[in-house]
């Protein structure tokens, strides 16, 4: 894929460019957005890979849309996509109407790394074991542990993107916080971390 | 537990999740084929003929100077000398021209 010519630019005047035709912006908007609602998505949804490639280009359909009514200042593009991505994610897993265990091969696809073989089949299973453990706490809660988490947002950000207020991102990612560690203290040796610890 | 956890999500949150080159690929295509247009430059709509006379004397507020003073001068040009008189505050019966000229015209 191209070189993004629009760097410094803000999403947010990317929305505008595109609106206006410039052909640069659906590019530059395209590498910025569709990474981070493809992570997410993958991570609310159990690292399903096909089913957060499904979001992530629904998000996307749905951003090119609004683009030309879209008013600058109101809201950011990231919060818009995250908010979008959130909804799809919850009717999906309602139609699907069950959380299955994540299998180790759905985990999502690994970036080269300097871990070797061993190491990175056992960071695998743990993260698919995390998957696993978050697909079993309430959506609420996920949503907050993801985004605040693994997304690295600010509460105020998310409490934007979950439409609440920021206490109540407080709470929930707390909540969900404890209900994670109480899913994964029954995993200790699945997660290898006992091993890690005496050896250490 | 919680420092466990807490490992756990840092490395979560540190592995990036790859996007496909063919999801960027479907991304990309239907945002250009959504893409509105780029706005055409519109040439300026040709004056009309009242426009362009107009522009000829100066514009708009130089032909209402002009049409003012031309009514001004019709009207003047057809009161009657009384009636002129009544507007100035002033008697033309009175002016004698080139007063000292007359013995020219006389005779003898």
Not at chain 1, 68 to 84: C, I, M, N, S
Request: hydrophobic share 45%.
């Amino acid at each position: 894929m191209a070189f993004d010519a629009h760097g410094d630019t803000s999403d947010e005047a990317l929305m505008v460019l595109y609106a206006n035709g410039d052909r640069p912006a659906a590019l530059a908007l395209t590498q910025r957005v569709t990474p981070r609602v493809l992570a997410y998505a993958a991570r609310l949804l159990g690292g399903d890979r096909a089913e957060a490639e499904d979001v992530a280009q629904e998000t996307m359909l749905r951003l090119w849309r609004v683009a030309p009514l879209w008013r600058q200042g109101e809201t950011k593009v990231t919060t818009w996509a995250y908010r979008v991505a959130t909804n799809l994610c919850i009717d999906r897993q309602r139609s699907r109407g069950r959380r299955r265990q994540l299998a180790l091969d759905d985990a999502p696809e690994l970036a080269d790394g300097a871990v070797g073989a061993e190491g990175q089949l056992q960071e695998a299973g743990r993260m698919a074991a995390l998957e696993a453990a978050l697909a079993e706490l309430p959506d609420r809660q996920r949503q907050a542990v993801v985004l605040r988490h693994l997304e690295g947002m600010t509460n105020p950000e998310i409490a934007a993107i979950m439409e609440i207020g920021v206490e109540a991102v407080e709470s929930l990612t707390a909540r969900g916080k404890r209900a994670l560690a109480a899913i994964l203290a029954g995993r200790k040796d699945e997660l290898g971390y006992e091993g890690d610890r005496d050896a250490g | 537990m919680q420092d466990d956890l807490d490992d756990l999500l840092a490395t979560a949150a540190r592995r990036p999740v790859v996007p496909t080159e063919a999801l960027m690929n479907r991304v990309l295509a239907d945002g250009l084929a959504l893409q509105p247009a780029a706005a055409a430059l519109k040439s300026a709509p040709r004056p009309g003929l009242f426009a362009r006379l107009s522009g000829l004397f100066g514009g708009p507020p130089v032909l209402a100077g002009l049409g003012t003073a031309a009514v001004f001068g019709l009207a003047l040009g057809y009161l009657s000398p009384t009636t002129l008189n009544y507007l100035t505050g002033a008697s033309t019966d009175m002016a004698e021209f080139f007063p000292e000229a007359d013995f020219l015209t006389t005779e003898g």
